[in-house]
């Protein structure tokens, strides 16, 4: 599956509530292209929805110290950094921050 299309596949799982299968494929995706943000940040924003929030912000440092600049990594640590979350979250730099 193609970079893109496995990003879109992943945001679908998170969009519709189906964690577990966006997990699975975040997490292989991240075996098959580790050193890819996106993965690490999707993943991350997969935990924090199953309140696993330690997990998700180990996930979005990881996506962060791979790509300083990469904005929705760094959007979601300050959002989700504190203990009264914001429920908005950013998929990828195409995109807005979402509510």
Request: hydrophobic fraction near 30%.
């Amino acid at each position: 599956m193609k970079y893109g299309k496995m990003i879109y596949e992943i945001e679908k799982c998170i969009e519709d509530g189906e964690y577990s299968k966006g997990e699975k494929l975040a997490e292989q995706a991240i075996i098959n292209s580790p050193k890819t943000p996106a993965f690490h940040n999707l993943l991350g924003l997969i935990l924090e929805k199953e309140c696993r929030h330690v997990q998700a912000m180990k996930c979005f440092k990881n996506a962060y110290d791979l790509d300083q600049g990469y904005e929705p990594a760094r959007y979601n640590l300050e959002r989700y950094g504190i203990f009264c979350p914001i429920k908005n979250c950013m998929y990828s730099v195409e995109e807005e921050p979402i509510e």
